[in-house]
């Protein structure tokens, strides 16, 4: 069975910071880009960050940039999501999810939800004070 499993969220005050990650399961890791989504309540599911197969090309959403940082480790087929400076309006359940898709095409459309084959349960992060 394919599994994404999306750990880490919390309650953390403004300016603090977490790490998200998504440890996965049933498919070949290597061949998937891995992508973090992020729904506020109320609001429609948008895109945050994107790591290719092999980790060397990454994407960020404007609001996010300098703040986050994504990784991946194949040994471990987990991606991480390093997330600083952290805002109440990150709060959000945040999604992991895997696509087959490569380099040129996600350039353009790694935002779009529709590019991705994999979803995993969401994990909950409240930036408050």
């Known amino acids: 069975d394919v599994q994404l499993q999306a750990s880490g969220g919390g309650l953390v005050q403004p300016g603090g910071s977490l790490r998200l990650s998504c440890a996965a399961s049933g498919f070949t890791f290597d061949d998937y880009a891995i992508g973090w989504f992020r729904q506020a309540p109320g609001k429609e599911r948008e895109g945050v960050s994107c790591i290719m197969s092999s980790g060397g090309t990454t994407f960020y959403a404007d609001s996010v940039k300098g703040r986050f940082t994504i990784s991946r480790d194949n040994a471990k087929n987990t991606v991480y999501l390093q997330m600083n400076s952290l805002k109440p309006e990150d709060t959000a359940v945040y999604y992991c999810?895997?696509?087959?898709?490569?380099?040129?095409?996600?350039?353009?459309?790694?935002?779009?939800?529709?590019?991705?084959?994999?979803w995993g349960q969401g994990t909950l992060v409240t930036v408050s004070s």
């Open positions: 999810a895997a696509s087959r898709k490569g380099t040129p095409r996600l350039f353009r459309l790694w935002v779009l939800s529709r590019e991705y084959d994999y």
